[in-house]
Each structure stands twice: as C-alpha cells, then as structure tokens.
C-alpha cells in the first residue's frame, strides 16, 4: 500500500469546516482518491478542525504555546516557541507511525512549519520527500541574519532540498527566492491552484435572495465584492476608506466582504469611523459552494493585498467574468493587463480607487469588456482542480515507483 504523511501546521480549512482558502483540503481529497493511504499530522486550534474522509487518518495534538503568538508584547518569542515545539511533535507522531508501518511511504511537508521535520525523518528512513508551498513572504525581505532570525521557519524551509518542490505561483516570486536560497530539490515546480468556480455554474437563487436580504441591497444598488481572509497584509482597510468617497458620489454602493479574520473588529471600527456602516456588509466566512453566489451579485471585485493579489478569489472572479481592479504589486501584472481584463492600479495610486470604481460602474460597456476578456483569459489559461491535481500525482506517483519499484496505476 503506498502511504503519503502530511506533515503541517495548518488545518485543512483556513477557517470553519468548508469554509476558507481550500487548497489542502483539495490536495488532501486527490491524494485519497488516488488511492493513497494519507496519514494527516497536524495541530487542532479548534477552527477549520478536519472532517472525516475516506482513506484519511489523522493524528492531532495540542499546539501548546499558539496562544503566546497572539499576545503582543511575546509574539515573536511565541513563534519561536510554537515553531520548535510544533516540528518536535510532527517529528515525534511521524516516525512512531513510519516504525509502525508496513506501508511505503512518501513524507510531504505542506507549508514551511513541517519542512524541518520532514526533511529529518526522509533523511533517518530515506524516505522520498515532498515540500509545497502556497506562496512565501520573503521576496520583499533583504536576506541577514536579523531576517533570518524573524523568519526563521520561512528561510529554512525553502531552503530545504527535497525531491520535489512546489511552490504555488500566487504572484509573491516563490520561484523567485527558491532560486535566491539556493534550492536544490530534483524537481521544481511552479504551478498555479486550480480554479472550480466560473460563470457556467449554477447559482442558488433562494441564497442570493438571501445576501440582498443580509446586506440590504436594492435592485439598483451597486455591489463591490471582496472575499479574502481578514489579515492585516490583505489591506481591507483600502476598499472601506475607498468607501468614504464613493458615498457621497453615490449613496447606492455597497462594499460586501467574505471572510473571517483576526481584522474584522479593526475593520468594523473603522467602517463606523467613516460612516459608512450602512453601506458596508461583513458576510463572515461562507461555505466554499456559495461563493458563486456572491460573484453573481457583484458589479465589480476588488483586491488590494500588500503582497499579491493573484490568489484564488482573484482567479475565480476573473473565471467569472467579473470586472476587476486591483492592485500592481508581486506579480499580479502577468495576469492582469491594465484597462483590458481589469484595472490595474499602482500601490501609490490609490486615491485613484474611487474614480476607477465609478468609471466602471458608469459605463456598462467599458465593464463588459473588462469581464469578458477576464474570463477569456481564465477559460485560456487556468487549470480546474482537478488538472492541477492530476499534474501534481503523476509526479509523486512516479516518485513513489522509482524509490519502492511499485507500479502506482
């Protein structure tokens, strides 16, 4: 039986059960209906906990110091804390399940908080090692010893050789640093997530109802959506103080933001400081299905990250067909063509976002356009998730046959 141990920080849903970014759970789900045995350990913070799949054992354990990442004052000595203490234990569970087991195993770190204790169990039973990585934050950040230090976990990891590396191409250059820190894993790749959601998908009108029932919208209010994590680098904060303006040019706007986060009382704040409460609605964190729906609504998608903006809201409402602005930072550029598939705002141009916004909600063709040839773009150069899937097991299946000599098929 091939056997494949996840070995991470995270949870399989960002958020509740369903709801969040889903590229583990997706990653999780191929692995077991491909046949694999998947072994699963990771910490239980009681959000996003995993759900029972078929094929998946998983093995949890307390993370003891991830309440001290959350106090100010100690965050940092808490991350120090929660990283050593975390690849302890993964290491610990992992090699008690390797000695136990009868299957030939693959170890695969996901993300860079079980890459340490990956590459040490690969390297004490001469396993074949995985290492994946949903983007990284170390492009902009210069590489010395103080960096080191702060992103420790981050440096090492994809540092870490492996016989395969990917890196999800989400715009923040992980090709880019993998090369700078001198990774050397035999097979590299840079793949995008694959995308699920696009215009063809039937919508539930009932829970459409139900949204412009939420959030107060009328038939002719103007809908600006953004659906992301509530994180400080994600910078909600542009879109609501783009608010401010926008009210008083037209008080039948209405800013909708999906998503749950550690920002959403800032946000809110924030929201009422300027006072547009009224025309701003938290939806909160909603099941992966019901984003179509969402998407149906809105007249324009905004995302305004720091870092990058080419993640899966983006891709799925270009698969949408939804007129986009965002902003020209990473490499969000190689998808978005300014004024063609959406509107592409430099970081110091951001006064701008009110009238970009207006622009395109006055001139229906001009929006048309914009949407069109988003989704042209998506419908040309996007995998679903199962492509990006299939891609991703037809080298590790190989992988899996060159060390055992087990035919995978």
Wanted: net charge neutral; glycine share 6%.
């Amino acid at each position: 039986m091939k056997q494949i141990i996840f070995l991470t920080y995270l949870n399989l849903w960002s958020m509740e059960k369903g709801k969040g970014a889903q590229s583990f759970f997706k990653t999780i789900d191929a692995y077991a209906k491909d046949g694999w045995d998947v072994i699963l350990v990771n910490p239980n913070y009681k959000i996003g906990e995993t759900p029972e799949i078929n094929g998946v054992v998983n093995y949890n354990f307390k993370p003891f110091f991830f309440p001290l990442t959350k106090v100010k004052k100690i965050s940092f000595l808490g991350r120090i804390l929660h990283s050593l203490h975390g690849n302890y234990i993964l290491y610990k569970i992992a090699k008690n399940i390797i000695e136990e087991s009868q299957g030939n195993s693959c170890v695969y770190a996901y993300e860079v908080h079980g890459a340490r204790a990956a590459k040490k169990l690969a390297n004490k039973f001469g396993l074949p090692l995985v290492t994946r990585f949903q983007g990284t934050v170390l492009h902009p950040i210069k590489d010395n010893c103080i960096n080191r230090l702060k992103k420790y976990p981050h440096f090492n990891a994809l540092s870490t050789n492996a016989d395969i590396t990917i890196m999800t191409d989400d715009g923040t250059h992980g090709d880019k640093v993998l090369k700078r820190l001198g990774n050397q894993s035999n097979t590299i790749k840079f793949w995008r997530n694959g995308v699920d959601i696009n215009r063809s998908n039937e919508v539930n009108i009932d829970n459409i109802s139900e949204i412009r029932k939420k959030c107060d919208i009328r038939e002719n209010d103007k809908v600006l959506l953004t659906v992301s994590r509530l994180a400080s680098w994600k910078r909600l904060d542009r879109s609501i103080n783009a608010m401010e303006k926008l009210v008083d040019i037209d008080r039948n706007i209405k800013l909708v933001i999906v998503g749950d986060g550690d920002e959403k009382e800032n946000l809110m704040k924030l929201a009422k400081k300027l006072s547009v409460t009224d025309n701003v609605c938290f939806i909160g964190a909603v099941e992966q299905s019901e984003i179509k729906d969402y998407m149906e609504i809105a007249d324009i998608f905004l995302s305004l990250y720091d870092l990058s903006n080419v993640g899966n809201p983006l891709l799925e409402a270009m698969s949408c067909g939804k007129p986009i602005i965002t902003l020209n930072v990473g490499d969000t550029s190689s998808l978005i063509m300014n004024n063609q598939n959406g509107v592409l705002l430099d970081v110091n141009n951001l006064d701008l976002l009110p009238t970009e916004i207006i622009k395109i909600l006055e001139d229906q063709n001009y929006a048309k356009t914009l949407g069109e040839n988003a989704k042209a773009y998506a419908e040309r150069e996007f995998w679903s998730w199962d492509e990006r899937m299939e891609a991703e097991l037809n080298i590790v299946n190989k992988l899996h046959q060159e060390y055992y000599g087990v035919n995978n098929d």
